[in-house]
């Protein structure tokens, strides 16, 4: 059974920077996509980030584009999210997520996802 942990999240100040982790145990992420994923208090799940299975395709919501960037490293079965230029507005609970099938389409959806991490608290102080 697949598990996904998420770390590195915390409080930084508005223009600072952190590197989420998202570690797999149980079986290898290797032909899936993965994703980031994010929800405000009061706000629903949205999506982040998302890479195909190889790294080749990425994607991004806007508000995130050139500021966030999201890779993966096969040998340690982990994905990454690191954020720079972090704004009060990025505040949020920060979850990986593994697509549902293999290949080379990174999905947006959150219904392509069938595995979720318990997610990371990321706060950004103004």
């Given at each position: 059974?697949l598990?996904?942990?998420?770390?590195?999240?915390g409080?930084?100040?508005?223009?600072?920077?952190?590197?989420?982790?998202?570690?797999?145990s149980?079986?290898?992420?290797?032909?899936?996509?993965?994703?980031?994923?994010?929800?405000?208090?009061?706000?629903?799940?949205e999506?982040?980030?998302?890479?195909?299975?190889?790294?080749?395709?990425?994607?991004?919501?806007?508000?995130?584009?050139?500021?966030?960037?999201?890779?993966?490293?096969?040998?340690?079965?982990?994905?990454?999210?690191?954020?720079?230029?972090?704004?009060?507005?990025?505040?949020?609970?920060?979850?990986?997520?593994?697509?549902?099938?293999?290949?080379t389409?990174?999905?947006q959806?959150?219904g392509?996802?069938?595995?979720?991490?318990?997610?990371?608290?990321?706060?950004?102080?103004?």
């Amino acid at each position: 059974q697949l598990l996904l942990v998420e770390s590195g999240g915390g409080l930084v100040q508005a223009g600072g920077s952190l590197r989420l982790s998202c570690v797999a145990s149980g079986r290898p992420l290797h032909v899936h996509g993965m994703g980031w994923f994010r929800q405000a208090p009061g706000k629903e799940r949205e999506f982040v980030a998302c890479t195909d299975w190889n790294g080749a395709n990425t994607s991004y919501v806007e508000s995130v584009k050139g500021r966030f960037t999201i890779s993966r490293d096969y040998a340690k079965n982990t994905v990454y999210l690191q954020m720079s230029s972090l704004k009060p507005e990025d505040t949020a609970v920060y979850y990986c997520a593994k697509s549902r099938t293999y290949g080379t389409t990174c999905y947006q959806g959150i219904g392509d996802y069938d595995s979720w991490g318990q997610g990371t608290q990321v706060t950004v102080s103004s």
